[in-house]
């Protein structure tokens, strides 16, 4: 059971945690128009990862949409706070989006890096298995995280050596992408993707171990504030990210559309 379950809310702890909610889902909403709206710009075989974000965006859309149902309809105003009546909330259904957000962003990151062949499948392959085991095996130990006990511990600490291998992957995937960046601009985004990616996605373990550094109605509204601060920015923040970069790329090897939205963006902002 989800440590959320154990405690009462202020009414501005409870509005806040479902305000949040509904932002998030709403940033996922306008980040779906913005991706398929500018994907016309990206070279054909840079342009599955706006249509993948798409993909992010309406599966994180539909998760968050029901955590704050779930929330909404766990807890009741009995006068003077939220108390539990009766319908769990659960973090599960994060792990279950998981499995559908995890694969498929890291298959955008192999696009937009232009890895292919043999290297392509291998990774890509490395980053399924490594995403899944990481995220079911996690998905065990929540189950354990008010008790804190050994399932907890073991399936967390396994959980982390799946997350080490993908992010070995990961990093080697930028490697490449920086190597062969046909510019030094495009090889600095590169940069700044791995930094967003490594720090917002270290945020989730933390919030796993949430119920242990702060088992309060606090740490309830921290942890479901810091995992739809991580779900934006490696998400919807992400998403954008590598939609300019593929855009760039694309400009950069010739690419018409690309060049006359650089162009007509220039012209606007000079
Ligand atoms: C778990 C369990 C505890 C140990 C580790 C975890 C890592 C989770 C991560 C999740 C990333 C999720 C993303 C979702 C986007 O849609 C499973 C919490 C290491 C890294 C990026």
New binding site residues.
Partial sequence: MSFENEFAYTATQFEVVLGVFTLTAAVFAAVLVYSLATSGSIAPRYRLTSYLTGV?MVS?FFELGLLALRWNNAFAWNGSEYVQEGNLFSNGF??M??S???PV?LTQLLIVAGITGLAFRRRWAAFVIAGLA??W???I??FDEIDGGVSFWL???I??V??LW?LYVAWQTIRDARANAPNPGIARLFQTVWILFLV???I??L???MPQISFTAEGVVARNLIYSF??IA??AVYGILLAVIAQKVSAAVGYKPAIEAEEAFAEQAS
Wanted: charged share 10%; hydrophobic share 45%.
């Fill in positions: 992010v994180a994060r792990y989006n998981w559908i957000d995890v962003l990481m995220i095996t996690g998905y130990g929540q399936w967390g600490a959980s982390t799946f997350y993908l917002s996605w270290t989730y373990p919030a796993y171990l991580a779900d490696s998400k």
